[in-house]
């Protein structure tokens, strides 16, 4: 099964590089997959801008999407959980949700910046905006989508409101709670590089290392940042399916 899921990619590669050395994809639009591995290397190796090495870049990136994506998880899932179960609360706070959700994250660069300077709060503030919805609506649908009749046998069998958050509320809407917590991941890694193009002042992070990369006009070493972010997010998304086959088991 594994190796057939690697084959659509080894295909996909090989095509890429025969359009290339035939001349039917110029290099400087897209290089090679050759080349673009041998910009990779030059990455781990030399930098971009020379000295401030890959993995440098990664964890700077990394470190901007845990605080952001943190921060969404801890105000998304209270609030979801606060508007599925008081449907009054649900009327005031809705109308704000749905006037704010529609707004791209990318939209609101130039206000966090001019609300946190450029550097880490600024990135973090726009991965956390693209993180927190799905979170929210998820959460929401979640807690919603729990049977009232459960509630209601919990109820007659002298069941405490604090039983009946934990052992009914909670897992019941806990698998719809991990699927935001997995899309709410994923957007707020894209969100990440076009936060970094603001600019950062650590000089660190992938989406900067793709800036400059642009700016010396090196296709190469965009294409290998944007395999390697790929890369990360695939890894990430594998992660929490791990975690939720060995957490939810009830699912």
Same mark, same amino acid.
């Given at each position: 099964?594994?190796?057939?899921r690697l084959l659509?990619?080894l295909?996909l590669a090989?095509l890429w590089?025969v359009?290339?050395?035939w001349?039917?994809i110029p290099?400087y639009?897209?290089p090679a997959?050759?080349q673009?591995?041998?910009?990779l290397?030059e990455?781990?190796?030399?930098g971009?801008?020379p000295?401030? @090495?890959?993995?440098l870049?990664v964890?700077?990136?990394?470190e901007?999407?845990l605080?952001g994506?943190a921060?969404?998880?801890?105000?998304a899932?209270?609030?979801?959980?606060?508007?599925?179960?008081?449907?009054?609360?649900?009327?005031?706070?809705?109308?704000?949700v749905?006037?704010i959700?529609?707004?791209p994250?990318l939209?609101?660069?130039p206000?966090?910046i001019?609300?946190f300077?450029?550097?880490i709060?600024s990135?973090?503030f726009i991965?956390?905006?693209?993180?927190?919805?799905?979170?929210? @609506?998820?959460?929401?649908s979640?807690?919603?989508s729990i049977?009232?009749i459960?509630i209601e046998a919990a109820?007659?069998?002298?069941a405490?409101?604090?039983d009946?958050?934990?052992?009914?509320?909670l897992?019941?809407?806990?698998p719809?709670i991990?699927?935001? @917590?997995?899309?709410g991941?994923?957007i707020g890694?894209m969100t @990440?590089v076009a936060?970094?193009?603001?600019?950062v002042?650590?000089g660190?992070?992938?989406?900067?290392?793709?800036?400059t990369?642009r700016d010396?006009?090196r296709?190469?070493?965009?294409?290998a940042?944007m395999l390697v972010?790929?890369?990360?997010?695939?890894?990430i998304?594998?992660?929490?399916?791990l975690l939720?086959?060995?957490?939810?088991r009830?699912r």
């Amino acid at each position: 099964m594994k190796r057939r899921r690697l084959l659509s990619p080894l295909m996909l590669a090989a095509l890429w590089q025969v359009l290339c050395v035939w001349g039917i994809i110029p290099a400087y639009k897209l290089p090679a997959p050759t080349q673009v591995l041998g910009g990779l290397w030059e990455l781990m190796t030399l930098g971009m801008p020379p000295g401030r @090495l890959l993995h440098l870049h990664v964890l700077h990136s990394l470190e901007r999407v845990l605080y952001g994506y943190a921060a969404a998880v801890c105000t998304a899932v209270p609030l979801g959980i606060a508007m599925g179960w008081f449907p009054r609360f649900r009327t005031l706070a809705e109308p704000v949700v749905e006037l704010i959700r529609p707004i791209p994250p990318l939209a609101w660069i130039p206000i966090a910046i001019l609300w946190f300077g450029i550097g880490i709060k600024s990135a973090a503030f726009i991965i956390f905006l693209g993180a927190f919805f799905p979170i929210l @609506l998820n959460t929401i649908s979640g807690v919603r989508s729990i049977d009232r009749i459960l509630i209601e046998a919990a109820r007659t069998l002298n069941a405490k409101d604090k039983d009946i958050f934990l052992k009914v509320l909670l897992p019941g809407s806990v698998p719809s709670i991990w699927t935001g @917590l997995r899309i709410g991941v994923g957007i707020g890694w894209m969100t @990440l590089v076009a936060a970094e193009f603001t600019g950062v002042r650590e000089g660190y992070g992938l989406g900067y290392m793709i800036m400059t990369a642009r700016d010396i006009q090196r296709p190469d070493e965009i294409v290998a940042g944007m395999l390697v972010i790929g890369m990360i997010g695939l890894s990430i998304d594998a992660g929490l399916r791990l975690l939720e086959r060995r957490l939810i088991r009830w699912r």
